[in-house]
């Protein structure tokens, strides 16, 4: 007897969201719609334009992260010293009025970075598909659920049809066996990945993280892997829910409770790649061979190992890679060869979509825990969300990094994007937790070097890129 | 969305790969709520330096370039931060069509719903466009009807596009207003959804 063929969980995600074919396109559902302030503004207005209403208000949540400051924010949006960045949050908070959307406005407990609140409200679930008008969307994939960032046109689509039209995308899986060596986590796995594949290499596909690494991985950990899946130029990651999943989300605000729990449940744990899945592509990578990561260029497949050198103009094979490598290196103010951590760093960031979840600030606490900050260094800790800064308190943590000399902030994108009053200057090199390194991100002329948040606490006390393992 | 047919134009080299939407618009210019004027932050940081002041020797300023409709650019054009921004801020510029041999996802989407062709061709194809738009004649033909570029030199070089794509663009079609063609179907799923997983609809 024929037998159908094993899916893997993006086709099962797939398929049972498929609303309707139109066309050659896939109309398919979007079970939770994340939104914020930046990206929403002009979607609004089309649909005013239109006179079209949201489809799902209860399926949106909105939150203020991108342009909040990260300090002062109880005194409210009306003090938010840049008028721009003002109107902007006031806008949201008009519009999510408007129609009906729940919010958590900034300096509300529960509000911080989208990527942080939707798991931690219990918000993301495994097999949903969940959208934001924001790259890093992939984060919630960590749950087995197809999250994937969209565009401002795309956002007004959702929020007037709750579906999106897209073709399906391939399937890539990346296996990561063994066991890690000490100081190494899911941030060096993530940038070890993206080594592999290029900034470009998972264009077209979904990315699925599976292998014992993986399974080993906290629900922090999967999280920062899948939302740096983005930066291998594929919009969505996935981890197959299990134990660690479940209970991660037992008994958060918005997870299904008593018999709705155990009706959720048994509909998660079909959630997983067939064992005949047919793959795309596949990669396999060693844990054990994986040394605490830096970036050292302005790509974030620019990857070297902490006691790497940087690499060789000669290494690059196309004219192009070339030139943008030399461009780099420009930028960086950086030689080819020299050693990495041989480069001083004015600025440390912990925070970001990507690590400032409590597990990141207790990695790096335990760094940080009775050494100093370099005097030259302005070091800075930006909790993930109110609830990720109460909790941290609440184990003393802040105090650890302020007697360390490190700033303790209110919850925000902050330093990963400046679109804040948090800025690299220019020339200043920081070493960051965020997860892009591109020219003036961080601040015009500003330098930076993505690392893990331990590596980046190393790097404040050392004042300079460290290995990690020497604090061990 | 605006109609893209064919368009004779200006084209402009950026030789360089992995240029990301934060070169193509940088954070500052992020907090408008409009969707237009973004021009004014087009490649900032490519474009003025520290203090403001124009970059004479960027491919944009440059006298010969005033007025490009196409820029040629190196791999993986538009990767990074989802922003529409990018291009909104590109079509206010007065580009309306991107050569490069590989695009992002999200950027490469953003394009079709805002009437900017991205156009993928050969890495050779791409490198001959870059060298002939660097030389004296700067003048290019895109048609998307036919699928072609025609170069500076009279080199026609075709390029592949998803034919529903194709379709939408040629006509500008607004992709809200299609999708709610299919209501009835999208009311028959969230029936389903709610007694499949009644959990999702009392949150």
Known sequence: MARMPGKTLYDKIWDSHLVADQDGESIFYIDLHLIHEVTTPQAFAGLRAAKRGVRRPDRTLAVADHNVPTEGQALGVGAVADEEARLQLQTLERNVKDYGIEFFPMGDIRNGIVHVVGPEQGRTQPGMTIVCGDSHTSTHGAFGALAQGIGTSEVEHVLATQTLRQKKSKNLRVTIDGEPIPGVGAKDYALAAIREIGTAGGTGYVIEYAGSAIRALSMEGRMTLCNLTIEAGARAGLVAPDETTFDYLRGRPATPKGAAWEMALSYWKTFFSDDDAHWDREIVLDAARIAPLVTWGTSPEDVIAVTDTVPMLDSFTTPDKRASAERALEYMGLTAGQPISEAKVDVVFIGSCTNSRIEDLRAAAKIVEGRTVADHVRAMVVPGSGLVRAQAEEEGLDEIFLAAGFEWREPGCSMCLAMNPDKVGPGQRCASTSNRNFEGRQGRAGRTHLMSPVMAAAAAIKGHIADVREFL | ?203
């Open chain 2, 1 to 203: 969305m605006d109609a893209f047919t064919r368009l004779d134009a200006k084209i402009a080299p950026l030789p360089l790969a992995n240029i990301d939407t934060d070169q193509i618009i940088p954070k500052q210019f992020l907090k408008t709520v409009e969707r237009e004027g973004l021009a004014k932050g087009l490649f900032y940081d490519l474009r003025f330096d520290g203090d403001g002041k124009v970059k004479p020797d960027f491919v944009l300023n440059r006298p010969e370039y005033k007025g490009a409709g196409v820029l040629v650019a190196g791999d993986n054009f538009g990767c990074g931060s989802s922003r529409e921004h990018a291009p909104w801020a590109l079509m206010d510029f007065g580009i309306r069509c991107v050569v490069s041999t590989s695009f992002a996802d999200i950027f490469y989407n953003n394009c079709f719903q805002n009437g900017l062709l991205p156009v993928v061709l050969k890495a050779e194809e791409v490198q001959a466009l870059m060298e002939e738009a660097k030389g004296g004649n700067h003048l290019v033909t895109v048609d998307l009807e036919a699928q072609t570029v025609v170069s500076p030199s009279g080199r026609t070089f075709a390029f592949e596009i998803d034919p529903q794509r194709k379709e939408k663009m040629l006509k500008g079609l607004d992709a809200i207003g299609e999708t709610l063609e299919k209501a009835g179907d999208i009311d028959t799923y969230e029936m389903k959804r709610a007694l499949d997983r009644p959990w999702l609809e009392d949150a």
